[in-house]
């Protein structure tokens, strides 16, 4: 089983900066593959961000790409997610996801993938 706390949420000025972190404990880290999503006030929880167990391979949302940065720490079980150019509608409320394998029936950007979450850390950008 496991467990995924985040943290780093907060308010910010648009055009400013957060990174959010996600602590991995129990199961093995890497996991397959560990994500970001987010869910703003009545819409659907999106994908944002992925990085996979080989060779840390990422890929990202097009209306993050080039803002945001998701990274690994496998000393600390630690994803990050380096959030540049935060715009108001960047917030939501932003979950880690991670997944001990692909079944490929979703895409790897789709929440059914994933297995394990945490409980969220609101991220707010003010214009």
């Known amino acids: 089983q496991v467990h995924l706390k985040e943290s780093g949420g907060g308010l910010v000025q648009a055009e400013g900066s957060l990174k959010l972190s996600c602590a991995a404990s129990?199961?093995?880290?890497?996991?397959?593959?560990m994500a970001w999503f987010r869910q703003a006030p009545g819409k659907e929880r999106e994908f944002v961000a992925v990085?996979?167990?080989?060779?840390?391979?990422?890929s990202y949302a097009t209306s993050v790409k080039g803002r945001f940065t998701i990274s690994r720490d496998n000393a600390r079980n630690t994803v990050y997610l380096h959030m540049n150019s935060l715009k108001p509608e960047d917030t939501a409320v932003y979950y880690c996801?991670?997944?001990?394998?692909?079944?490929?029936?979703?895409?790897?950007?789709?929440?059914?993938?994933?297995?394990?979450w945490g409980q969220g850390t609101q991220v707010t950008v003010s214009s």
């Open positions: 990085i996979t167990r080989g060779n840390g391979v990422t």
């Open positions: 996801a991670a997944t001990d394998g692909y079944s490929g029936t979703y895409a790897i950007s789709a929440p059914q993938e994933y297995s394990y």
């Open positions: 129990g199961g093995t880290f890497p996991p397959h593959a």
